[in-house]
């Protein structure tokens, strides 16, 4: 099994960095709060904290509060399934990457349940990318059974960039604009569950946090 070696993730903070926080942090978390979007140039990667790499060929986050499709390559993924009320999820993957010498990367994929337009308050699943395809195999974990690797095929996805804390409320606010852009758009139609991926860790601050909040999608004549 071809392993990568574990990486760090890039804490301390550059100053430098941190002087851009400090400078707009109260415009963006009063946005947040008003669920008002920030103007951030529209294209270009979001001035975030980069904590760990992108899996390959995977495109970058952003833009902040703009709907855009995407191309995502196959990839391969860690996934657990939430049980219950227990929320150990992303613990549990965290081991499976450790034990198998697996280096971290982000985002980290968290899976919602939506039925007949109602959201469920908590993530259904949560997943760890591993950096490339050829890393590690696909298959249980034979120490945790929660744990599943598998190997994800290249899709289309619509998608928003938003800034705020990994909770329910930042997720339906994306997921209310991504219906209406689909409302708006009939030649494509959605596939599967919708997802927040997830770019910083707990340490960076809620107002400061970049999430995508995704659905796969498909157009109404492929295959045709």
């Not at 050829?134 to 960039?161: C, H, M």
């Not at 991504?178 to 758009?185: E, F, G, N, P, V």
Request: hydrophobic share 40%; aromatic share 8%.
């Amino acid at each position: 099994m071809h392993r990568a070696k574990p990486m760090r993730m890039r804490w301390p903070l550059a100053l430098s960095t941190c002087a851009v926080l400090l400078a707009t942090a109260v415009v963006v978390a009063r946005s947040v709060a008003e669920e008002k979007p920030v103007a951030e140039p529209s294209g270009k990667k979001p001035w975030m904290f980069s904590e760990a790499n992108l899996p390959v060929g995977f495109p970058q986050p952003g833009p902040i509060n703009e709907v855009v499709v995407k191309d995502y390559p196959a990839y391969r993924l860690a996934r657990v399934t939430s049980a219950g009320k227990e929320n150990g999820m992303f613990m549990q993957l965290f081991r499976h990457i450790e034990r198998n010498e697996i280096a971290m990367t982000a985002p980290v994929e968290m899976s919602w349940h939506a039925e007949d337009g109602r959201l469920a308050k908590n993530p259904e699943s949560m997943a760890f990318l591993y950096a490339a395809p050829t890393i590690g195999q696909a298959g249980g974990d034979p120490k945790d059974s929660r744990v599943v690797v598998d190997d994800i095929q290249p899709f289309k996805v619509v998608s928003i960039a938003l800034r705020g804390s990994y909770d329910a409320s930042t997720f339906e606010r994306g997921y209310k604009q991504l219906q209406a852009w689909l409302a708006d758009h009939p030649e494509w139609v959605a596939e599967g569950e919708p997802r927040t991926m997830a770019y910083n860790s707990p340490f960076v601050p809620g107002f400061a946090k970049v999430s995508e909040v995704q659905i796969a999608i498909r157009r109404v004549d492929a295959g045709k």
